[in-house]
């Protein structure tokens, strides 16, 4: 165990690699420092670009997209195109953060199924090509939690490309417990991408992707009455003005409910999979009995997608029903802070800064003395 990991000379780094973003900052901060696109851009020709870098990452990367090929090396939450990874967390390092990963010790959030082989491999890397001086890998579900000042509850995740409910108790993912979902940031914008086709207006560019995702954030929401918005909707009158970059115009109506009520209805996609309550009620279904109180009592939201307008409300009162006809005696509470697009980093940024947990850290003299197996026990 080092106790140098602590000194003011070593840089408490805290990362979480989205599938869409990459939040990256300094321990016992409130926000992170960048929150950059995780994606790597290399110009589709050589020879056209004598003394120019070849490759960009982040917000330089998508400057970049018209000439360059563009990899985004984490899929579903997890790394899987480990080279460019490591350009990414470079440009983190020097063009982001502006620290010398040698001079710190690094915060890094993973999915809570990350298997231990990638765990082991990002050691590696950090180590061996990086030289930082100490590791901690924890799992997002427990970091979103530490954001909301527990141990104990269940995290509802849901952001470009991860969707899940997962159980976590004392401070332990319930692995077995945690439920998957396609329904996704990433499928919602493509919904609504399809949606403002059928009302006649064809998006298809990079940049007009872009632009939906910003439409669904602007404008999207949840219905708390879908069935009668649904009939009542059909009007022009009912359709709502979006104003576009240049100048132009268009009007929304239906589509702006319709797209993100797939959380609610995942068969207006054809999709044979759990809607978000029953998520969430099969995750606590999985655990003990008696852990049921304990988390309905602390259901928490975390990922972009959570902040699509009336999630919070609609989740409540469909549990809420649930509870009173299932479960009369068990209290519900749901709890969604406005920083939850980076609730990860934040629990992270926490964790990182307690001295107290210093013996939790993979420290550089561990991994030198018995290499990357040791992240099996460490980090499991
Ligand atoms: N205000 C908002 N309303 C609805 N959706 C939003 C809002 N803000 C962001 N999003 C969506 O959240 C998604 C990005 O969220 P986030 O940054 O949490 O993902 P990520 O961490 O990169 O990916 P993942 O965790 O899934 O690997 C995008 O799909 C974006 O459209
Ligand atoms: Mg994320």
């Known amino acids: 165990m080092s106790t140098t990991l602590f000194n003011d000379d070593i840089l408490g780094v805290v990362l979480d690699a989205g599938s869409q973003n990459m939040k990256a900052g300094f321990a016992g901060e409130p926000s992170p420092r960048a929150m950059v696109p995780t994606t790597v851009a290399r110009f589709r020709r050589d020879g056209l670009t004598d003394g120019i870098p070849q490759i960009y990452c982040g917000t330089e990367a998508i400057k970049k997209r018209g000439i360059s090929k563009m990899v985004w090396p984490v899929r579903e939450g997890m790394i899987q195109n480990w080279d460019e990874m490591e350009k990414m967390w470079h440009y983190i390092f020097y063009k982001e953060l502006h620290v010398p990963p040698e001079n710190s010790r690094i915060m890094h959030s993973v999915h809570p199924l990350t298997p231990k082989s990638d765990k082991q491999r990002m050691a590696e890397i950090l ?9 901690y890998l924890a799992k997002s579900p427990t970091l979103v939690l530490n954001a909301y000042g527990r141990t104990s509850g269940v995290v509802y995740e849901n952001g470009y490309a991860c969707s899940y409910a997962a159980p976590v108790f004392e401070g332990f993912p319930m692995k077995y417990a945690t439920v998957t979902s396609p329904v996704t940031g990433k ?4 919904r609504l991408q399809n949606l403002m086709f059928k009302a006649g207006y064809s998006f298809t560019t990079p940049y007009e992707i872009d632009l939906i995702d910003q439409i669904k954030k602007d404008i999207c929401y949840i219905s708390q ?3 009668t918005e649904l009939t009542a909707s059909s009007g022009y009158e009912s ?12 009007m929304l109506g239906q589509e702006r409910f319709l797209c993100p009520e797939v959380l609610f209805k995942p068969e207006l996609e054809d999709l044979k999979c759990r809607n978000i309550i029953d998520s969430i009620c099969r995750s606590i279904d999985m655990c003990d009995l008696e852990y049921r109180p304990l988390f ?3 259901i928490v939201f975390s990922g972009g997608t959570s902040l699509t307008t009336g999630l919070v409300e609609r989740v409540t009162r469909e549990l809420t ?3 009173k006809k299932n479960l009369p005696d068990v209290t519900l509470k749901v709890d969604a802070m406005e920083m939850r697009k980076y609730a990860a980093w934040a629990g992270g940024s926490m964790l990182a800064s307690f001295p107290n947990l210093r013996e939790f850290w993979f ?3 561990e991994y030198e003395d018995v290499g990357s197996e040791r992240i099996k026990f460490k980090f499991f």
């Open 363 to 365: 420290t550089k003299e």
């Open 239 to 250: 359709k709502a003005k979006y104003n576009l970059p240049d100048g132009q115009h268009i």
């Open 225 to 227: 009455d879908y069935a």
């Open 321 to 323: 029903q649930i509870l």
């Open 187 to 190: 499928m919602l914008s493509d």
């Open 296 to 298: 309905y009592n602390n």
């Open 127 to 135: 180590f061996e090509s990086f030289a930082i001086n100490g590791l």
